[in-house]
């Protein structure tokens, strides 16, 4: 069994749609799944205009067919003064599942974290989802308990947004 990664092309946006949809009925939120691919397409590898990608993604691979993914994107820690990577979705197909593949994804997002100067690969994950938890507990991941995920999206955002500059009115 031979186990590769492969940075995602164009080509490949069906496939990786067809993958978040996966992840997404597996973490039961598959009503949530909204995007257009080809927006999804233009946010991932650059719209004609010449607008860069705002994320990248890993293609996993066993024996030569695509098994699953990771897309991830850089953030920035202020207290590090260095980049990081934040992994947005990890996804094993279940067929592929004990076969190496998670934690070939999950070693090279950490190779591409060394090797772009990051300080940290970080995550996030479902509190239920406990075989994902102990997987990533035992490639040396630990949990954050002091923190909490926040998140403004929908209207909220929007009427965050529109709320104006500090300092307005």
């Known amino acids: 069994m031979t ?3 492969r940075p995602a092309t164009r080509a490949d946006l069906p496939l990786i749609g067809a993958l978040i949809r996966e992840l997404a009925d597996y973490e039961k939120l ?5 995007f257009d691919e080809a927006v999804l ?3 991932l590898f650059g719209a004609n205009g010449g607008r860069g990608a705002y994320a990248e993604v890993a293609i996993g691979e066993v024996d030569g067919t695509a098994q699953g993914f990771a897309l ?4 920035f820690s202020t207290f590090e003064g260095k ?14 599942r004990g076969a190496g593949l998670g934690k ?9 974290a060394v090797a772009r100067d990051c300080a940290r ?10 075989p994902a938890i102990g997987f990533y507990e035992k490639l040396g991941a630990r949990g954050m308990a002091d923190w909490t995920g ?3 999206d929908g209207e909220a955002l929007v009427r965050l947004g529109s709320a104006g500059t500090p300092g307005e009115g």
């Open 150 to 152: 926040m998140r403004v």
């Open 83 to 96: 980049p990081g990577i934040y992994l947005e979705d990890l996804y094993v197909r279940p067929a592929a």
């Open 3 to 5: 186990v590769t990664i």
């Open 41 to 43: 397409g233009e946010k």
């Open 72 to 75: 991830f994107f850089h953030n």
């Open 30 to 34: 598959a009503h949530e799944v909204r």
């Open 121 to 130: 690969l970080e995550w996030s994950v479902l509190d239920w989802n406990t």
């Open 104 to 112: 070939a994804l999950l070693a090279h997002l950490a190779a591409l």
